[in-house]
């Protein structure tokens, strides 16, 4: 195998079922071990003005782009073939909740940044590591939203079923293949692998 291909075995094969094994493992092990250490060390005490619309925005926004990664990469296409709804309909759909989930998201996490960092007090509770998960969650929006203008809005739609849905539906079905990731733009891998 060349280095290409063990990288490639690395980053697709064996790094999602690392990612899922921490996701569900070390809530678990923390529960098991010291059930009082789960904290979210929140602010909202500490400063309101901010909070209420920007916090709606990020928490509904980001949720709404979560489900519909779900349906639009986990859904096999014959479903929707199923209910008569056509790819550009799906597309069509997937761009105009996508897209306004995502946007929304963006805003949300704008307004509670700019909170964490001009709030004396906000501040002052701020951990380290919520630099790096702010600039984390930031690059996966923007990717996110840069994939969706580029590929999906000045290219033509393009079908990242076929390359992302692909690669994610064999791994949660436990054959997973990196060919098919490979095969979407870096853009799209940069994403994928940011989100994980």
């Known amino acids: 195998m060349s280095r290409m291909s063990f990288l490639s075995i690395d980053l697709w094969v064996v790094l999602p079922y690392i990612v899922i094994l921490l996701f569900f493992g070390v809530p678990i092990y923390r529960y098991l071990t010291n059930k009082y250490s789960f904290t979210s060390y929140s602010a909202e005490l500490l400063e309101k003005r901010f909070q209420g619309v920007f916090s709606y925005l990020w928490h509904y926004g980001t949720i709404l782009v979560i489900l519909g990664h779900i349906v639009g990469l986990l859904v096999p296409e014959s479903l929707y073939e199923a209910f008569n709804i056509s790819f550009e309909m799906h597309y069509i759909m ?97 994403h994928v692998l940011l989100a994980m």
């Open 94 to 190: 997937a761009m105009a909740v996508g897209g306004a989930s995502g946007v929304a998201a963006l805003i949300g996490l704008i307004g509670l940044t700019y909170r964490r960092f001009f709030s004396k007090r906000v501040r002052a509770a701020t951990r380290r590591e919520y630099y790096v998960v702010y600039v984390l969650f930031y690059a996966v929006i923007l990717l996110g939203l840069y994939n969706t203008l580029y590929y999906q809005i000045f290219l033509g739609p393009y079908n990242y079923v076929k390359t992302v849905g692909a690669w994610l539906q064999g791994v949660l079905a436990l054959r997973p293949d990196p060919a098919p990731i490979i095969q979407a733009p870096i853009t799209y891998q940069i």
